[in-house]
């Protein structure tokens, strides 16, 4: 209730030029009231076909793909020209609200909206939130769907990309140089310790001295429901970051490390975390040979490089 009453001052303050900071997690509940609100946005990152086949009323499409790189490195940003073209053609402006949500199905499928949400951050939106649990959330409130595709008008806005949130290769490279950075590996045990790795990364293992945050921790067990602020925190704690230095997440192709990024920056209010947005991808397509920490010897890396150019060749 307290949640709720807070979101309704902030929409009453919104009208006379001033409202509170919109909560990065948003309820269904939390979200239903806040639809009426010219400023707000849903922004559904589903496919088109399951975007037409029911959505939150009012709520626009833009499907998760759009964001993202290509298949051979698929956490690199797309051109800042369609970023913004995306951005405007949802009517998109830095007075917006823009609530993220995605099917909800599992923690893997908070990452994509945990991506968005950076991405629009970045983008300079300040107004932002996911819907916590998805869509399947909110068909568990039992609230209403629509099948009506909204036309909404383009914007103007033209954002420029504020890297304050973003790790590149470079930035790693120095920060193994100088070791003034954490870096936060957010996989699942298979990869972190290289017995596994994603198909279009050249080696397996992790970055030298990495940590392990394994992204399936933030959720509430056997849910797809982030944890609460003070659980976040504790998640968090398992983090330890030296004064003037930051954290930067990583995993496959910066899509896993979004959820770590979510947790540590926006829910538990961790100053100076980063997203390496590349992640391991990136860092083993480098023309040299990349530093890294838990990596499999020569001749079990190159049967898993054959079995794989094997498996796409033919599977």
């Keep these: 209730m307290k949640n709720r009453q807070l979101l309704a001052l902030a929409l009453t303050l919104g009208t006379s030029g001033w409202a ?10 939390e979200l239903s009231p806040l639809l009426q609100n010219p400023e707000v946005r849903v922004i559904d990152i589903r496919t088109p076909k399951e975007f037409a086949s029911n959505h939150i009323p009012g709520s626009v499409n833009a499907p998760y793909g759009q964001w993202r790189g290509p298949a051979t490195n698929p956490g690199e940003l797309p051109d800042h020209d369609k970023l913004v073209a995306l951005v405007q053609s949802l009517g998109l402006t830095p007075k917006t609200h823009a ?3 995605s099917h909800g199905k599992d923690a893997t499928d908070f990452g994509a909206m945990a991506r968005v ?3 629009l951050k970045s983008l300079g939106l300040t107004e932002l939130s996911i819907v916590n649990g998805g869509l399947k959330a909110w068909e568990d409130a ?43 590996d957010s996989r699942p045990d298979a990869f972190y ?18 940590v392990q945050l394994d992204f399936n921790q933030w959720f509430v067990p056997k849910t797809s ?23 930067v997440a990583f995993c496959n192709t910066g899509h896993w490390a979004a959820t770590d990024w979510f947790g540590m920056s926006e829910v538990a209010g961790i100053p100076n975390v980063k997203l390496y947005a590349g992640s391991m991808v ?34």
């Design 142 to 184: 039992k609230l209403p769907f629509s099948t009506v595709a909204i036309q909404v008008a383009p914007s103007t806005y033209a954002p420029t990309f504020d890297a304050t949130w973003l790790s590149t290769r470079q930035d790693i490279q120095q920060n193994l140089k100088l070791s003034n950075a954490v870096l936060v």
């Design 99 to 101: 609530v993220v949500v």
């Design 20 to 29: 509170l900071a919109a909560p990065a997690l948003l309820t269904p509940a």
């Design 225 to 247: 429901l982030f944890v609460d602020v003070d659980k976040a925190k504790a998640i968090a704690a398992h983090i330890q970051v030296p004064e003037g230095q930051s954290a």
């Design 193 to 210: 310790q290289g017995k596994t790795q994603a198909p279009a990364a050249k080696m397996a293992g992790t970055l030298p001295g990495a």
């Design 117 to 119: 949400y950076w991405t």
């Design 282 to 315: 990136d860092w083993t397509q480098q023309p040299d040979a990349p530093q890294l920490q838990n990596a499999p010897g020569r001749g079990e890396q190159l049967l898993r490089s054959t079995k794989q150019w094997w498996e796409r060749k033919f599977n």
